[in-house]
T-cell receptor, first 113, second 116 residues
Framework: EDKVVQSPLSLVVHEGDTVTLNCSYEVTNFRSLLWYKQEKKAPTFLFMLTSSGIEKKSGRLSSILDKKELFSILNITATQTGDSAVYLCAVSSRETSGSRLTFGEGTQLTVNP | DADVTQTPRNRITKTGKRIMLECSQTKGHDRMYWYRQDPGLGLRLIYYSFDVKDINKGEISDGYSVSRQAQAKFSLSLESAIPNQTALYFC???????????????FGPGTRLTVL
């Protein structure tokens, strides 16, 4: 059974802090790892990582994948109140005619002014 | 804009009632998925469909059924709703990639279902 575990489950920081969110996984037929942001509505896509050691960046957010140790981290620098959300990690596993995602429980990030 | 829509957005029903949640998409994607979300449990896959004739059970399919009426429509039914099916339900779509991996899924706005 595929499994994705995120930590911490909840995090409260002050504006300007840097945070690191963790995602570890056990998945057969690994294809990719994805990060989503969810703000009381539908999840929105942040990154997809397929290769080890390659960092994906978008502004203050960045993510890296370690396929040997089976984990990924999502970094957010200079946090803002608008970064408050649930951050979901998902891993894609290959199937006969496609792929499916297994999600972790999510990390609830709260950024206080 | 190409989009994923879900109806209804909110529904309150009673135990034992039959409920259908509908999902439509104008993205032209061939793959569609149904998830439920409970507090602290992330998203869990109920059913997924890679094309109109290919429907698969996810990790929590018991108590649910689906119908893929067309490439653009994927419905989720609860034949006899029970209170522990109270949750937020999301439909999602993805495209069949040719070449590079394209595992990104696009989510609808969600349906909040309450079973009393």
């Amino acid at each position: 059974e595929d499994k994705v575990v995120q930590s911490p489950l909840s995090l409260v920081v002050h504006e300007g802090d840097t945070v690191t969110l963790n995602c570890s996984y056990e998945v057969t037929n690994f294809r990719s790892l994805l990060w989503y942001k969810q703000e009381k509505k539908a999840p929105t896509f942040l990154f997809m990582l397929t290769s080890s050691g390659i960092e994906k960046k978008s502004g203050r957010l960045s993510s890296i994948l370690d396929k040997k140790e089976l984990f990924s981290i999502l970094n957010i620098t200079a946090t803002q109140t608008g970064d408050s959300a649930v951050y979901l990690c998902a891993v894609s596993s290959r199937e006969t005619s496609g792929s499916r995602l297994t999600f972790g429980e999510g990390t609830q990030l709260t950024v206080n002014p | 804009d190409a989009d994923v829509t879900q109806t209804p957005r909110n529904r309150i029903t009673k135990t034992g009632k039959r409920i259908m949640l509908e999902c439509s998409q104008t993205k032209g994607h061939d793959r569609m998925y149904w998830y439920r979300q409970d507090p602290g449990l992330g998203l869990r896959l109920i059913y997924y469909s890679f094309d109109v004739k290919d429907i698969n059970k996810g990790e929590i399919s018991d108590g649910y059924s689906v119908s893929r009426q067309a490439q653009a429509k994927f419905s989720l039914s609860l034949e006899s709703a029970i209170p522990n099916q109270t949750a937020l339900y999301f439909c999602a779509t993805s495209v069949l990639g040719t070449g590079a991996i394209s595992d990104e899924q696009f989510f609808g706005p969600g349906t909040r279902l309450t079973v009393l």
